[in-house]
C-alpha cells in the first residue's frame, strides 16, 4: 500500500514540475494549430504596440525622402 501511495505521489509531483493540469490548447489538432498561428501572431505584433506605445513609430527628420509630419 506503502508504494502505491509513493507512486502516485510521485506521479504527482513529477506532473506538477512538468507543466499545468488544464492544458493550454485544443486536442484537436486543426484547432490547435489555429490556436499556435494566433498566438504566434500576437506575439509577432508585439513590437509594433511597443513601438506604436513609445512614439518610435513616428516619421524620421533624417529619411531620405520628405515626409510630411503635420496635419493636413
Known amino acids: 500500500m506503502r508504494k502505491v501511495l509513493l507512486a502516485v505521489t510521485l506521479s504527482l509531483l513529477t506532473g506538477f514540475a512538468a507543466g499545468c493540469l ?15 498561428l494566433f498566438t504566434s501572431e500576437n506575439l ?5 504596440e511597443w513601438e506604436r506605445i513609445w512614439f518610435l513609430d ?9 515626409t510630411h509630419g503635420g496635419t493636413i
Open 58 to 66: 513616428q516619421p524620421d527628420h533624417m529619411a531620405p525622402y520628405r
Open 22 to 36: 488544464i492544458p493550454g490548447y485544443s486536442a484537436d489538432p486543426a484547432r490547435r494549430t489555429q490556436q499556435l
Open 44 to 48: 509577432r505584433l508585439i513590437l509594433d
